[in-house]
């Protein structure tokens, strides 16, 4: 019974927060951010804000989320928050990280009935 009050809570506010903290244009830097947007554009369908944050030009902004290494992607909306350390290449890593793992069982099941 959780999971469906979970479930509607997330599909009630459908909308992500994420921060990802990267420090400068190193190539894992990089990495993280392309394969974010790539993961973001292929599953949330717009449904989401990015904000990044360069740690090299505001180092005091790790202090909030209590980043201790980067890059590192934040999900502060939905709750709870969410953390993931790491250029973000393993997809199916990321999805279960932000919980968006039940959100592409339903969009392929949508689909498959079409």
Do not use: W
């Amino acid at each position: 019974m959780k999971k469906n009050s979970k479930e509607t809570a997330a599909s009630a506010d459908n909308h992500f927060q994420l921060r990802l903290y990267v420090a400068g244009q190193t190539p894992k830097s990089l990495a993280a951010l392309s394969n974010l947007k790539r993961i973001c554009a292929t599953h949330l369908d717009g449904r989401y804000r990015l904000e990044v944050i360069d740690l090299m030009k505001n180092p005091q902004l790790a202090q909030g989320d209590q980043i201790l290494a980067i890059p590192t992607l934040v999900r502060n909306l939905p709750k709870p928050i969410r953390k993931i350390i790491g250029d973000l290449s393993d997809t199916g890593r990321v999805l279960v990280g932000l919980d968006l793992r039940d959100l592409q069982v339903k969009s392929a099941n949508k689909n498959a009935g079409a």
